[in-house]
C-alpha cells in the first residue's frame, strides 16, 4: 500500500515539475493583437510640429510663427520588430517602443536618442504629454482616425524644449 501511495505522489510530483518548469521555461509571445495593432499605423503621414518652452516646467506654447510642417513615414525597425520608426526624407526622427494596445489604437514611449544634424548634437526622448485612461503616454495612435500624435523633449546645444507632432495619415 505505501509503495502504491509513493508513486502516484511521486508521480503527481513530477507532473506538477513538469507543468511548472515548462511555463517557466516559454518566453511570453505577444497576442496575434498586439503583434499587429502596430502594423495598422504603418504608411505616411501629413504633420504638424508645435513647439513649447518647457523651462519654468509648464509647456508654454511657443506660437505659430515656430510651427513646422512637412510628411513622415512610419515602418517597422529593422533591428527590432517590436519597434515602430518614424523618418522624414529618409533620415530617422524617432523611434516608437513599448507599444501597448488601447481600447482605439495604441500607446507608445519614444526612447532617448541623439542625433548630429549640420554638426549640432540633438539628444530626443519622449514627453509623457498625451492622456489615455488616467495615464500619461509619449504617444498614441488612433485606428479609427489613422492620426497619430507624439510629445518629444529635445536638447539642442544644452537648451531643452519639447514639441508635439501631430499626423494623420495619407
Given at each position: 500500500m505505501?509503495?502504491?501511495?509513493?508513486?502516484?505522489?511521486?508521480?503527481?510530483?513530477?507532473?506538477?515539475?513538469?507543468?511548472?518548469?515548462?511555463?517557466?521555461?516559454?518566453e511570453e509571445q505577444p497576442t496575434p493583437e498586439q503583434r499587429d495593432i502596430s502594423t495598422e499605423a504603418l504608411g505616411t503621414y501629413d504633420y504638424e510640429m508645435k513647439f513649447y518652452d518647457i523651462l519654468s516646467g509648464t509647456p508654454q506654447y511657443l506660437?505659430?510663427?515656430?510651427?513646422e510642417s512637412g510628411t513622415v513615414s512610419i515602418k517597422v525597425n529593422p533591428q527590432d520588430d517590436s519597434m515602430l520608426e518614424v523618418t522624414e526624407g529618409g533620415e530617422?526622427?524617432?523611434?516608437?517602443?513599448?507599444i501597448a494596445a488601447t481600447s482605439d489604437g495604441f500607446s507608445f514611449d519614444i526612447p532617448v536618442e541623439t542625433h548630429q544634424k549640420?554638426?549640432?548634437?540633438?539628444?530626443?526622448?519622449?514627453?509623457?504629454?498625451?492622456?489615455?485612461?488616467?495615464?500619461?503616454?509619449?504617444?498614441?495612435?488612433?485606428?479609427?482616425?489613422?492620426?497619430?500624435?507624439?510629445?518629444?523633449?529635445?536638447?539642442?546645444?544644452?537648451?531643452?524644449v519639447m514639441f508635439t507632432i501631430e499626423g494623420r495619415k495619407k
Open positions: 505505501k509503495t502504491f501511495a509513493f508513486k502516484n505522489i511521486m508521480t503527481l510530483s513530477l507532473a506538477l515539475l513538469m507543468v511548472v518548469f515548462s511555463s517557466c521555461n516559454k506660437g505659430s510663427e515656430y510651427d530617422l526622427m524617432v523611434r516608437m517602443a513599448n549640420e554638426g549640432t548634437v540633438i539628444s530626443v526622448e519622449g514627453y509623457n504629454f498625451y492622456d489615455a485612461f488616467g495615464q500619461k503616454h509619449d504617444g498614441l495612435f488612433d485606428k479609427n482616425t489613422k492620426e497619430i500624435k507624439a510629445a518629444i523633449k529635445a536638447e539642442v546645444d544644452g537648451v531643452p
